[in-house]
Nanobody
Framework: VQLQACGGGLVQAGGSLRLSCAASGGSFISYYMGWFRQAPGKEREFIGNIWSGSTTYYASSVRGRFTISRDYAKNTVYLQMDSLKPVDTAVYYC???????????????WGQGTLVTVSS
């Protein structure tokens, strides 16, 4: 089972970026899919997750700016990031879990991470 994330890069504050995470090696239809991030020197932080079609839940720090969506046919989950701020700079990880996840302990599978840098 693998999660392959991509789409990171350098963007100016106020800009947008979309990350993708493709799952392979198994069926993720019943899994909660989500995103975490980890800034330098900080713990890995929950961003949001999606389940039951299109039900989502987000951390307060990104709610209203980030949107998670999912294409079940492609086994892919997306993270649309708008109104980016320098504090959003981090390595972003996609994740899969058998249950609702807001902490790293609930995650069963991790993607490899993709770096997002937001310049001021």
């Amino acid at each position: 089972v693998q999660l392959q994330a991509c789409g990171g890069g350098l963007v100016q504050a106020g800009g947008s970026l979309r990350l993708s995470c493709a799952a392979s090696g198994g069926s993720f239809i019943s899994y909660y899919m989500g995103w975490f991030r980890q800034a330098p020197g900080k713990e890995r932080e929950f961003i949001g997750n999606i389940w039951s079609g299109s039900t989502t839940y987000y951390a307060s720090s990104v709610r209203g700016r980030f949107t998670i969506s999912r294409d079940y046919a492609k086994n892919t989950v997306y993270l649309q990031m708008d109104s980016l701020k320098p504090v959003d700079t981090a390595v972003y990880y996609c994740a899969a879990a058998a249950q609702f996840m807001v902490s790293v302990g609930a995650v069963k599978y991790w993607g490899q991470g993709t770096l997002v840098t937001v310049s001021s």
